[in-house]
């Protein structure tokens, strides 16, 4: 599996997704960015962590529990990803 692999399973997700909330299609776009216009694997995944961070933050600080059901599914997002990314070498290679 190489980056563009992973790439391609998170445009195939979202074209299956249409369904999902406005804010968990967001997400997928802004990691989709990410994946694409970063060549440095060891960066993308600083970054899903950090974001990754962000929303459970933003998660434990929402009283509203249909919200935090929303919120968790980029957490789940960004864990898919992580576990996707844990195979690529740190340098992809061209």
């Known amino acids: 599996m190489n980056k563009q692999d992973i790439i391609a ?9 249409t369904a999902e909330g406005e804010a968990y299609l967001k997400a ?4 989709l960015t990410l994946l694409k216009e970063t060549e440095n694997v060891a960066t993308i995944k600083s ?11 933003e998660v434990q600080t ?3 529990i249909e919200l935090r059901i929303e919120l968790r599914k980029d957490l ?4 898919e990803c992580l576990t996707q990314l844990r195979g690529l070498p740190l340098t992809e290679e061209r």
């Not at 399973?9 to 997704?17: H, I, L, M, T």
């Not at 997928?28 to 990691?31: C, I, P, Q, S, Y």
């Not at 899903?48 to 962000?54: G, I, K």
């Not at 789940?76 to 864990?79: Q, V």
């Open 9 to 17: 399973y998170f445009e195939e997700k979202k074209q299956r997704k």
């Open 28 to 31: 997928l776009d802004n990691l």
């Open 47 to 57: 970054a899903v962590r950090t974001l990754h961070r962000n929303k459970l933050r």
């Open 62 to 64: 929402t009283e509203s």
């Open 76 to 79: 789940e997002l960004y864990d």
